[in-house]
C-alpha cells in the first residue's frame, strides 16, 4: 500500500540514485540545479534551512512516496499565488526500477487527496516535458486536462525542449471521486 509523508533530509540519497544519466535528471529537475550529478546536500539545500525545517513553511510541500519496499516517489507541492488556491507540483519522480508498475499514478492521486482535501486547494498544476510521454500520460490518468496556455520552452543540454501544461481543478477533483466533499463549516 502506497503512503505520502513529508520529505526527510535523508530520503534525498536513494532519490537523486533514481537518475542514472543527465536526459533522466533534467527530464525531473529541468534547469532548477546548474550541473549533473548532485549531491544529497545539493537537493537538502533547495529543501529545508539550516535548522532542518521546511525551507518555505507554508507554501512548500516536499513529499516522498513509500510502501513496505521503502521509498519508491517523491514530489514537491508549491503554492503560486499569494490566496494559496493554486498549487503547483513539480519534481515527480518514481524509482527507476518500480516506472509503468502504476506508482506514478498512485503518488499523484494521494497527492491531489492531500492537494485538495487537506490543503484546500482550488486547482493543481503539472507540466511534463513533450519528450516525457510516460509522464505526460501519467498525469491524464489521473485526472489532469490540458491547458491551453502559450507554448512553454525550457532550453536544457543545448536543445529547447516544450513543456506541456496540465491542470486539475477542485470541481473536477471531487467529481471524478464521486462527488464527496468534506469541508469545515
Known amino acids: 500500500m502506497l503512503r505520502l509523508r513529508p520529505y526527510k533530509a535523508a530520503d534525498a540519497g536513494t532519490i537523486i540514485g533514481w537518475c542514472k544519466d ?21 537537493m537538502n539545500k533547495k529543501y529545508v ?39 503547483r507540483f513539480g519534481f515527480v519522480i518514481v524509482d527507476d526500477t518500480k ?3 502504476g506508482y506514478g499514478k498512485e503518488m499523484i492521486a494521494l497527492s491531489l487527496k492531500f ?5 484546500k486547494a482550488d486547482k493543481v498544476t503539472i ?10 500520460w501519467c498525469y491524464k490518468g489521473a485526472g489532469f486536462k490540458d491547458m ?6 525550457c532550453e536544457l543540454s543545448g536543445e529547447t ?3 506541456l501544461e496540465l491542470e486539475l481543478s477542485e470541481e473536477d477533483y471531487f467529481a471524478a471521486a ?3 466533499r468534506f469541508r469545515a463549516v
Open 178 to 180: 464521486g462527488g464527496y
Open 161 to 163: 525542449w516544450k513543456i
Open 22 to 42: 543527465e536526459t533522466a535528471f533534467r527530464k525531473w529537475t529541468a534547469d532548477r540545479y546548474e550541473s549533473f550529478p548532485i549531491t544529497e546536500a545539493d
Open 115 to 119: 492537494a485538495f482535501e487537506i490543503l
Open 148 to 153: 491551453e496556455t502559450e507554448e512553454t520552452k
Open 49 to 87: 534551512d539550516d535548522n532542518g525545517d521546511c525551507a518555505e513553511p507554508d507554501n512548500f510541500y516536499p513529499m516522498t512516496a513509500f510502501d513496505e519496499s521503502g521509498i519508491v516517489g517523491h514530489l514537491i507541492m508549491r503554492f503560486t499565488d499569494e490566496e494559496k488556491k493554486v498549487l
Open 127 to 136: 507540466g511534463a516535458f513533450e519528450n516525457n510521454m510516460p509522464a505526460y
Open 99 to 101: 516506472r509503468g508498475m
